[in-house]
């Protein structure tokens, strides 16, 4: 993906790792359209960066997602960057008898279907741009779980897995796909507390060595790793995934 001169669509751009790359992308003279359902932040944050756009938009409703592609079609023809960003995380207890799989079904609905909703809808827009690129925010708890997460560590493995499909029948057309796949970052994904965690990266550390790992087209196998993230990605093929796996789910 080129760094500079891109139209870019950032899901989940409201807050957090989203807002993040917005901000940065934006500096790097990007067009950048945030998309996301709270209205008020859209407005601040769009206020605060003449130049970007904002677009109310709920994965979890078909009604906002069928007028996406038109929107876009009508104000941004250019697009040529879907950031597929958008997710939630909550924890299960699968022991419980109120578990009853309604977080499951959110979880799905906003991380496997949304994301893929999202791409059903722009991809025939970025097939017909130059320089297309589409980047889907997983997680390294797709590749070891983090036990408490179930089905947020599996909506990721399963992005992990359709991404490695989607880049391989892109091949030729070409939209290039990457894998974003972020570590433990303070934000607001699980709840206050997380965006002052110490044990998790400050966001703007996590931006800036994502922006350049893009700068410098260093992902391989199209996937966007930090230094933090590489311990656990290749865990099982260097032999530690039952210690990777104990390190994060103790007995
Ligand atoms: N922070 C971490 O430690 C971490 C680690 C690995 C992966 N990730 C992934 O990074 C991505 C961003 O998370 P974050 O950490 O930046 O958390 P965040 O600040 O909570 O951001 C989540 C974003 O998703 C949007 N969103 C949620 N549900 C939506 C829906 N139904 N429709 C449209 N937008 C929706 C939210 O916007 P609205 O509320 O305005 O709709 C918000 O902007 C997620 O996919 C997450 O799984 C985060």
């Given at each position: 993906?080129?760094?500079?001169?891109?139209?870019?669509?950032?899901?989940?751009?409201?807050?957090?790792?989203?807002?993040?790359?917005?901000?940065?992308?934006?500096?790097?003279?990007?067009?950048?359209?945030?998309?996301?359902?709270?209205?008020?932040?859209?407005?601040?944050?769009?206020?605060?960066?003449?130049?970007?756009?904002?677009?109310?938009?709920?994965?979890?409703?078909?009604?906002?997602?069928?007028?996406?592609?038109?929107?876009?079609?009508?104000?941004?023809?250019?697009?040529?960057?879907?950031?597929?960003?958008?997710?939630?995380s909550r924890?299960?207890?699968?022991?419980?008898?109120?578990?009853?799989?309604?977080?499951?079904?959110?979880i799905?609905?906003?991380?496997?279907?949304?994301?893929?909703?999202?791409?059903?809808?722009?991809?025939?827009?970025?097939?017909?741009?130059?320089?297309?690129?589409?980047?889907?925010?997983?997680?390294?708890?797709?590749?070891?779980?983090?036990?408490?997460y179930?089905t947020y560590c599996?909506s990721k493995?399963?992005?992990?897995?359709?991404?490695?499909?989607?880049?391989?029948?892109?091949?030729?057309?070409?939209?290039?796909?990457?894998?974003?796949?972020?570590?433990?970052?303070?934000?607001?994904?699980?709840?206050?507390?997380?965006?002052?965690?110490?044990?998790?990266?400050?966001?703007?550390?996590?931006?800036?060595?994502?922006?350049?790992?893009?700068?410098?087209?260093?992902?391989?196998?199209?996937?966007?790793?930090?230094?933090?993230?590489?311990?656990?990605?290749?865990?099982?093929?260097?032999?530690?995934?039952?210690?990777?796996?104990?390190?994060?789910?103790?007995?």
């Amino acid at each position: 993906m080129k760094i500079t001169g891109n139209t870019i669509l950032i899901t989940g751009g409201t807050s957090g790792i989203g807002r993040g790359l917005a901000q940065a992308l934006h500096e790097r003279d990007n067009r950048v359209i945030i998309a996301g359902r709270r209205q008020n932040l859209l407005d601040d944050i769009t206020t605060n960066h003449p130049g970007m756009a904002g677009l109310q938009l709920d994965l979890g409703s078909p009604t906002s997602l069928s007028h996406l592609a038109d929107e876009v079609e009508a104000h941004y023809p250019e697009l040529n960057v879907l950031v597929a960003n958008a997710g939630i995380s909550r924890s299960e207890d699968l022991t419980s008898d109120e578990w009853d799989a309604s977080i499951a079904q959110a979880i799905i609905e906003t991380n496997i279907l949304g994301v893929l909703r999202v791409t059903a809808a722009l991809l025939p827009i970025l097939k017909k741009r130059p320089d297309a690129t589409i980047i889907v925010t997983t997680s390294n708890l797709a590749i070891i779980p983090l036990s408490a997460y179930p089905t947020y560590c599996a909506s990721k493995a399963f992005l992990h897995s359709w991404l490695q499909s989607l880049r391989h029948q892109l091949r030729d057309i070409p939209v290039e796909v990457l894998e974003l796949s972020p570590p433990y970052v303070q934000t607001e994904l699980t709840g206050e507390q997380q965006a002052s965690d110490p044990r998790a990266i400050p966001l703007p550390v996590y931006i800036s060595e994502v922006i350049h790992l893009l700068e410098t087209h260093d992902h391989p196998r199209g996937e966007i790793l930090v230094a933090h993230d590489r311990q656990r990605r290749f865990a099982e093929q260097e032999g530690r995934y039952d210690a990777a796996f104990a390190a994060i789910n103790p007995t």
